[in-house]
């Protein structure tokens, strides 16, 4: 009895401790609604995340401080935006529908209130970090870890001078890298595909990227992996394999009862299991562990 109580105690404070986490350096709105935010955003531009819609994020920027705004729907937000999903991309008046649906979602969201706002405590990369960067090319960075976003031309110092800039993604910051060619080298480079290939001579930080609407990337610059959506799948097709390699070894395994038990452990795989079973059941053991098995 005491050590479940003691148990019971462990969970509560870890539960304690993880909600703590996610709810630290978070602060009061900035902003009423996602309208004000949007108002005061360089871009202009909300980010919703998740599917279907789970919240809605807006970066803006302040005394030289980054912030993210978070709104959460509401039912009337979830209706507007599933009458989108439901309308008919065959019908002839699809268009004009679509567009009065979405201007009704738009202008209903810049009302949802702003359940709370964040600084970024994230830190870019120091200078010395960013000249490190000199001299290596896209490839190499991209090897480092750094995401290609967006690239091209950028105007330079003069209206002749024409700069190729890639924007590379750390963590939640943009980084603009500006290449070692001019821009018939740069069209040569993407016709042969060798762009990765271009050496970088200048980065400069451009700001919060895309990934700071994203709530998997926290203020402080940590990120939560996303969940393998495949990992369950791949349990129940290991636990069977396993099943086949006892039924091969002559052991006396009950794969109906194997399969029931699975599909009480894992319900939302049932199909693949009893796709599995009917396998089992046409081409046997050793064929069916032969397909499970990789190839070498």
Not at 92 to 121: G, N, Q, R
Not at 126 to 148: C, D, P, R, V
Request: glycine share 6%; aromatic share 10%; charged share 30%.
């Amino acid at each position: 009895m005491k050590k479940a109580v003691s148990l019971l105690l462990a969970a509560m404070m870890l539960c304690m401790v993880f909600g703590a986490t996610a709810e630290e350096g978070r602060m009061e709105p900035l902003y009423a609604t996602v309208g004000e935010a949007m108002a005061a955003c360089a871009e202009n531009r909300v980010i919703a995340g998740g599917v279907p819609d789970e919240y809605y994020a807006v970066v803006t920027e302040k005394d030289g401080k980054s912030y993210r705004s978070v709104a959460y729907p509401d039912e009337k937000m979830k209706e507007l935006n599933a009458a989108i999903e439901a309308l008919d991309y065959e019908a002839a008046d699809f268009f004009e529908k679509h567009e009065a649906a979405m201007t009704a979602a738009d202008d209903y969201l810049k009302t949802l209130p702003i359940a709370y706002s964040e600084e970024f405590t994230a830190q870019p990369l120091t200078e010395e970090e960013m000249a490190a960067m000199h001299g290596k090319t896209i490839s190499q960075l991209n090897e480092e870890g750094f995401e290609t976003g967006s690239y091209g031309t950028e105007p330079g110092a003069t209206e002749e001078e024409v700069l190729i800039v890639f924007s590379m993604r750390w963590g939640v910051f943009d980084y603009g890298c500006e290449v070692d060619a001019d821009f018939d080298r740069f069209e040569e480079a993407q016709e042969q595909d060798t762009c990765g290939d271009l050496v970088v001579k200048d980065v400069k930080l451009k700001g919060i990227t895309e990934s700071g609407f994203d709530l998997r990337f926290h203020a402080d610059g940590t990120v939560e992996e996303p969940e393998d959506p495949f990992a369950e799948m791949n349990e129940v097709i290991t636990e069977i394999g396993q099943a086949l390699e006892k039924v091969l070894a002559g052991e006396e395994v009950d794969m109906e009862a194997f399969a029931a038990e699975l599909k009480e452990k894992y319900p939302e795989q049932a199909e693949l299991i009893d796709m599995y079973m009917e396998l089992y059941r046409s081409i046997g053991a050793e064929a069916l562990a032969a397909m499970l098995t990789p190839a070498q």
